[in-house]
Every structure is written in C-alpha cells, then in structure tokens.
Nanobody, 127 residues
Framework: QVRLVESGGGLVQAGGSLRLSCAASGRFAVNYCLGWFRQAPGKEREFVGSISWTGTTTYYADSVKGRFTMSRDNVANMMWLDMNTLKPEDTAVYYC????????????????????WGQGTQVTVSS
C-alpha cells in the first residue's frame, strides 16, 4: 500500500506562489491517476486537479485553471502542484491522493475516487 506525504505549504501574500510536493513511500503503481484536493474549515474536500499515470493529461478545477500546474515523476515517485497568483480563497489544507482503481485519463474526479491520502499541508494566503 502506497503512503503519500505532502509538503511545501506555508503563508504567502496574495499574488504569490508556492510549490507543493507529494512524495510516495512506495511506487505510485502503473495506470493510477494522482490528484490534489483541498479542504477549508467548515467545507467539504474540494477537487483541485488530477494527472494521469504518464503525466500527459491533466484536469483542473475552474477555480484554479490557468494558475495551478500539476506534474509528476514516476521514477522519483513524486508529484508537484505549482500554485501561482494565489488568492485568499485558496487558503486550505491541501491533500494528495491516488485513485483507488486504474485511471487512464485525468478528469474531474471526486474524493471518493481516491485513497492513500496524505496528512495534508496547510496553505494560507493573506490579503
């Protein structure tokens, strides 16, 4: 069973940038998508983006499209989320996860499609 660990969160001013990392304790496993979700206090876990096994397809929530970019390295068992032009509404705990079933193409997936969640990393954007 793969275990995921997020890092890279912090406090940043609006308009700034952060890079989040997701490291796997084992291999990601072939043909499984990875995803980023976020959860603000009092709200449900929200889809941010997903990336296919090969990294050739990505899909982003409308709220982050054009500002956030996902990438992965299956040799290093790492995934990243580059966040630019951050807004106060991006403030949340960010989680990475792997799909529980084989996934051939990135898409608008729900939290129930994912497992192996990490512990999360806090991102706070000040206005």
């Amino acid at each position: 069973q793969v275990r995921l660990v997020e890092s890279g969160g912090g406090l940043v001013q609006a308009g700034g940038s952060l890079r989040l990392s997701c490291a796997a304790s084992g291999r990601f496993a072939v043909n499984y998508c990875l995803g980023w979700f976020r959860q603000a206090p009092g709200k449900e876990r929200e889809f941010v983006g997903s990336i296919s096994w090969t990294g050739t397809t990505t899909y982003y929530a409308d709220s982050v499209k054009g500002r956030f970019t996902m990438s992965r390295d299956n040799v290093a068992n790492m995934m990243w989320l580059d966040m630019n032009t951050l807004k106060p509404e991006d403030t949340a705990v960010y989680y990475c996860g792997r799909t529980v079933a084989p996934c051939w193409r990135a898409g608008n997936l729900s939290a129930s499609d994912f497992g192996s969640w990490g512990q999360g990393t806090q991102v706070t954007v000040s206005s």
